[in-house]
């Protein structure tokens, strides 16, 4: 790393950020009955009370707890941070499940298939196989998706209490990218009961007039959506009964990874319902 890239990465580091991180990581190596405020002080070469002040701020946030220990006030991690690392823990466990998936769903299809998370309402596409060719029409990695036009985003709000898709489209909102783009969460709920129904979801030149999107959600053993994969395509020389037929391979893919992470997965429970759009 050049002393030029170094100067620009500093210089956008904030310096009470990085104390907060020294404090976590100063907690994280002490043993279990956790540090004083001397005792982090003296470990992230701070004042007392800058110690004092970063803990506070932790501790509200709960990233730190406290517990009074022989007469004094310990510090030891909070439970924010289990609760990030599971997530952190699964969203890769997810991406190392689901590569070679895949892999396997690209070879036999022939098109660009992704794995993504919901991020705030927004669907991220986390990993990308490309289709062989010279055709990409995937949006980048790390691209934050419309909910409510795009598959992934779609299947992943079909396992949700509509309660909470309403205010996390409040979030995003719902505006028109096409003509084929579903506007009102009236629209969209009516839709995710149908994504349900039958496991998978279409983007239907929702986002893209000439791009059809297909989806699927990935399940933990509770139930919950955790990620979804797709493939892209050209809507030129497709029938319904072919998006159908494609819907119905990414549920079978789906379905390989979420039995992976415990889910429960009947492999009868869409091929016995009719195909609808």
Known sequence: MTDAVQTAEERYALRSVSRALD??????????????????????????????????????????????????????????????GDRAAEEVGVSQLAMPVLRELTASTGLTSRLAILDHGYAVAISRVDAPGILRIASALGQRELPHCSALGKSLLALLPPARVVKLLTQTGMPRRTEYTLTTPVELMQDLLLVAERGYAFDNEEDNIGVVCIGAAITNREGEGVAAISVTTLKSGLSDDDLHELGRTLRRYADRVSRQLGAEVDAEAYALNDPQS
Not at 43 to 66: C, E, H, M, P, Y
């Open 23 to 84: 404090v976590l990581e100063a907690l994280g190596r002490a043993a279990s009955e956790g540090l004083t405020v001397a005792g982090v002080a003296e470990q992230i070469g701070v004042s007392k009370s800058t110690a004092f002040a970063l803990l506070q701020t932790l501790l509200q946030r709960n990233f730190v707890t406290d517990v009074r220990l022989g007469g004094s006030r310990r510090y030891r991690l909070g439970l924010s941070l289990v609760f990030l």
